[in-house]
């Protein structure tokens, strides 16, 4: 059965410096994205695109939804599987190719995901559980790009525990 959910988020530019867009380099790139009963996130364009570097820019904010869509639907999996994870990381990175009329697309995303579980004798699954958790995820399904996985497993020193 399908079942629907609708998102809202509301993008406030804030960047008019007094003379709108005016010019090119008369504006910031600034805005405000703001989600009913969460907090507001400041943004900006890159810094390559006249953006202040102090701010998320999209493209961050897009590798962080992967990544962290990944990991979610990962720690769900585990959770299922009797995987116990106790700590997880991703040191995600994606590359985005500007054309020279200016568009441009990522062309590659790349996750680095370092899992520490409990269970040594589920280490190969633990880690098989990448690619389930890559077809599950609503923001890896959404894209049109290959997501490319570079996981590590460790486990954790049961001796001391």
Request: aromatic share 8%; with cysteine; net charge negative.
């Amino acid at each position: 059965m399908e079942r629907k959910h609708h998102y809202k988020s509301k993008t406030i530019w804030t960047g008019n410096s007094g003379q709108g867009t005016k010019s090119y380099n008369s504006y910031e790139r600034t805005y405000k994205i703001a989600i009913p009963g969460k907090v507001d996130i400041t943004g900006s364009s890159d810094p390559a695109f006249r953006g202040n570097k102090e701010f998320h820019n999209p493209e961050e904010m897009l590798l962080a939804a992967v990544s962290s869509c990944h990991m979610l639907w990962y720690l769900h999996l585990c959770a299922d599987a009797g995987i116990t994870v106790v700590a997880y990381e991703d040191e995600a990175e994606a590359t985005l190719i500007e054309e020279d009329n200016g568009s441009g697309k990522f062309s590659e995303i790349n996750i680095r995901p370092l899992v520490t579980i409990k269970e040594s004798d589920k280490a190969e699954l633990a880690h098989a559980l990448h690619e389930k958790a890559n077809s599950y995820c609503f923001i890896a399904n959404s894209l049109n790009i290959k997501i490319k996985h570079f996981v590590q497993i460790l486990l954790t020193d049961s001796s001391n525990k």
